[in-house]
């Protein structure tokens, strides 16, 4: 069987512009005379949709787009997914699904079993689960159709299984010739590493051929990658398609391929690559054509420049220097070699004179004596005021340039440098911030080497740098890992880094900070837990008090 | 049997506070000669804990803080509510579960059989459901207890269910005598009454009496207003617990009560009190004594400092006039007269200094003129800008005051007057604002009736009102609760209001604010459905475009 894999980017709720995509990659998919063409999880409503699946009107538009699909379909199979409802009355009455129809009608549904809810998955919120699964005879092949999660919870594979069912199973004794998964899979880095070892390991054990299609785009933060997969019935990876782009490919499970060993890029390349992807993703779907960000002279804020020209263009990135009497004179400098560097546009403007004005004005009310602190953040907002204050007036979208070892422990200022729509490397730390900026400068110099190599600093007091108030990166990351990606805790941080008050110090900076973290802007994730949506913790609490 | 009710505020988190709050209880319970003491819903916890429940080492601490609470019991049984784990290695392996114990041990443990994962509510992210329920005999009573949701599916009363099992009716199969159910039930309006219908016409059909003991206390934005009920063999309500506060009374089941009618208060008293004693637990968890207020001479911010002066003492309660050159006279002296009814300190400092300062800054790199909106934008910012730098010199917590329609439409500034550490009024639309204003005043003026007559206004531009940019608060409130709290959408709604570029030009305008909203401080919650973590909505999405 000839299956096109059609790997496209919808837009959450837009069913008219997902609806037509769908109809274009059927068409593609007959004119490379494949049998059947097949679609990401959700793709006619976008993924994740969130609470849109709760308004019926809503519900109502997505059946009928479904049906003028089908209407659209000749012999030739169409799988794409949408939401459907059973309306018995229980639970939410709405399931996530992969409707298959052809010649003009729907011709079968199958809903999906596994139901994720963690992390960034909300699914218990709004759908069902499916009662049954059943394979579909067509063309002569006995098609097993599941939807991502059903697909990952394989008794021999996992360890710990997140649910009782395996509907893959189920499908194999109903005799699948061959498996179908439509996913919806977010990227973070080892995602897809882990996709291929799965699959693989379950082709191969089940001796069947898979086509697994993935969704590309980037939902706000959420990132999909792409890269949809297919095996042949020996566990062998066989096809791959595109990274950070939309992509249509046949797959022939006839077909004796050569297997594919390697699907993934060095750390840095394929970090870059998604953030670079996101951020374009992020202004293509608001109509943001240009973007505005405001140039320090640190690490944090060239990288996030140097992804904003990649992803939009030189023309459309606009940096504002806003020195202050703290700036130092090489900040300023290296700032500009940037600037020529990237071919950039840029403009110049000190903070001082409002900052002067603003505690000429607040000093009669205070009465205490200003704090180093309190002037530290009014510097900041100052620069997010200057930041704003140009993006409402030109209409280009402000980047936070914050990074996840910052965020992580409080170490920004709410209202300054935290303004922003988008907050392109706070899921990226630090360590690996430079990591990146050396990936960059691979060939030669872009980042200019004396933003890399200088001590990082936010400059709001004379002489100041990270390192008065945070222990090294390496350590501070190291010790953040642990306890966000791999969800330790005190005593096991301590076992490995043998410094009781240091981790203490730290996750307390981590939980204390919880209530700016919840007024920041949409992190790009590209990390298997970042903060946001898919990481979920109490402002008020009292435990490690 | 007598079973005394402990209503307690647990903090969240901290096991130690809450393991003294459930012995003090008990003691207490003893000493009025209970049988039984019973507690709410996670009390040794906290409810909601969020992520902290995915932390191994944290349910190893609440396993043991559970133990040390049964190590104290004597013949007295008690209940509470933790997490407990299976260690089944398929699902979460965690559950949340009632603890009954007496003779220094823990003597039997129900799991929660229905898991809600809706609005507020993301339990089936941490807990996997029970497999069976079990009546337990316990001084000549058969104790069939439950939790929280479990009560909330009866076929008879429920036209949709949201799940399929009914662990009440499997209890009652096995011959319960007394049900009991310990619950953490987050207020809003009307939901007491719901409560009281539910389990009235669930306890008269089965003829059987009932102990409901929920916690009160608030937790960030949720608020548990307490009010435990108890219920005799024939459906009458016969105690009610007091409403945001503590409350320990006993139940006796064979005792002849007098039935109670009523336990609700008017809309305006009942979300006043909900809204003081929120932002009292605020301040009180987090170690705040002292708020501040931005105060406009509106309607909103005069409500703010209000609830404020109720919940922490006028003492405790700062406000800042910051006027400009488009602040009415009526603002500055209405503000005053409001200052002096309720007796608090405030300073009075003008923008206009650093507004010139910036816009003389920013039109240097401007390449276009300075456009109206940015100018408002900018005014609000530096507002904020005053608030958050005399909040961190002086430590008090900064309070917004923007209501719910003005967070739903988008008509207020980020980093402007969104600045703040909790949203105290953003639940309440514009309208009920009115309404709890006039109830403030119903014995006397409080709130200066000029502040009330008068149309509203931010006061950014010259003679501006609200209503030049909204359609009149009446209309919009209209619309906002069809599509917020009733789930409406477009043709449902314009169906009542018969407007369609009005719904579609509302719609669209809360839809586009999602961004906004996401940065916004915590709201209180107040209502069905309120912005923030029970409203879950992509800011980047194509419906209805």
Redesign the interface.
Known sequence: MKIALCQIDP?????E?NKQKILDGYKKAIEAKADLAIFPELSLV?Y?????V?????RKAVNNAAHEIANQTNSVGLIFGAITEDFD?????IHNSAILCFDGEIQFVQHKTLIP??DVF?E??YFDSAESVSIFEFKGEKLGISICEDIWNDADYW??????KDPIQELLKQKTSVLINISASPYSYGKRAARKEMLSTLTKKDKIPLAYVCCVGA??DLIFDGASMCYDGNGNLVKVGKSFEEDIFVFDTKENYKAIEKCEESFEQEVLNSLVFGLKE?CT??GFKKVLVGLSGGMDSALVTYIAVQALGSENVHV?LMPSKYSSEGSVNDSEVLIKNLGINS?????Q??VD??L???K?????E??S??EE??QA??R???L???S???GQLLLTTGNKSEMAVGYCT??GDM?G?LAVIADVYKTDVYRIANHINRDGEIIPKTIIDKAPSAELKPNQTDQDTLPPYELLDKILRMYLEE??????INDVIDNQDLVKRVLRMVDMNE?KR?????ALRVSSKAFGYG???????????
């Open positions: 837009i959450i709720g837009n069913l512009y976008g994740p949709p969130l609470d849109l709760e308004k019926s009107e809503f009355n229980v639970g939410t009455d809810n963690y909300d218990m919120r360890y710990r299984r997140r649910y009782h939902q706000t992020y779907k608001l504002i403009d110049n403007v000190s903070i004179p409002v004005a603003t000429n004005q607040i009669s009310i205070l009465k205490t200003v704090k602190l309190t953040n009014l907002r100052i997010g005021l200057y704003m204050t140009y409402n007036n030109n709410l209202y303004c729509g969800n330790k805790e005190f005593n096991e209530f919840n007024q920041a802007a949409p990481r979920r913790y109490p402002i008020v609490q009292g435990w490690r008090k």
